[in-house]
Structures are given as C-alpha cells and as structure tokens.
C-alpha cells in the first residue's frame, strides 16, 4: 500500500513564498510521475506543476516564473517552491502521483490529502 504524505502549506502574504513537500510512503512500488494541483472554492481541480521522472516540467501558464517543481527521485519525493505568492494562489493543493505496484498490472492515480495554501494581506 502506497500513501502520499504533504507538508508545507500555510498563511503567507502577498509577495512571499512557501515550499511544500510531498513524499510517496509505501512497499514495492515505482514512482512515474509526480505533481501538483490546486482548488479554490467553487472551481475545478486544475493542474499546477508536473515532473516527470526523468526530470521533465510542465507547469500552468499562471504559475510559470513564479513556482519551481523538483523531486528527489532517492527519497519518493517532489517538492513545489512558490515565490511572489498572489491571492489568486490561495487553493487547497493536492499532490499527485502515478505509480506502478510491483503487483499491480498498471500505474494508478494517487492523491495526498492536500494543503492549504492562503494568500492574504
């Protein structure tokens, strides 16, 4: 069995920054690839950062230049850093992950519970 365990969200003003974290926690899997998605009140689950684990990017246009995904592929674990923080931010950020159980004929989808993040003045 395979949990996604975050960290890291909080209250920071306009401006700031925040790093969250996310690490896969479990026995006998693989981690494809790993990212970041956000919900504000009433809207949709919309992607924020993915990294592949060959190191590939891709991140949401409003994010870009602002936001930095990494992992470290050793220790299951990927990593959002996001500076100049804006309101628009302020969401529940859910990591994500594709992972492949030994046992298991396919990769599945996994969620972590998610994070708030509260941008505010």
């Known amino acids: 069995q395979v949990q996604l365990v975050e960290s890291g969200g909080g209250l920071v003003q306009p401006g700031g920054s925040l790093r969250l974290s996310c690490s896969a926690v479990?026995?006998?899997?693989?981690?494809?690839?790993m990212g970041w998605y956000r919900q504000a009140p009433g809207k949709e689950r919309t992607l924020v950062a993915q990294?592949?684990?060959?190191?590939?990017?891709n991140y949401a246009d409003s994010v870009k230049g602002r936001f930095t995904i990494s992992s470290d592929n050793a220790k299951n674990t990927v990593y959002l850093q996001m500076n100049n923080l804006k309101q628009e931010d302020t969401a529940v950020y859910y990591c994500?992950?594709?992972?492949?159980?030994?046992?298991?004929?396919?990769?599945?989808?996994?969620w972590g519970q998610g994070t708030q993040v509260t941008v505010s003045s």
């Open positions: 994500n992950a594709v992972i492949k159980l030994t046992h298991w004929p396919r990769p599945l989808d996994y």
């Open positions: 479990g026995n006998s899997f693989r981690v494809n690839n």
């Open positions: 990294i592949t684990s060959g190191g590939s990017t």
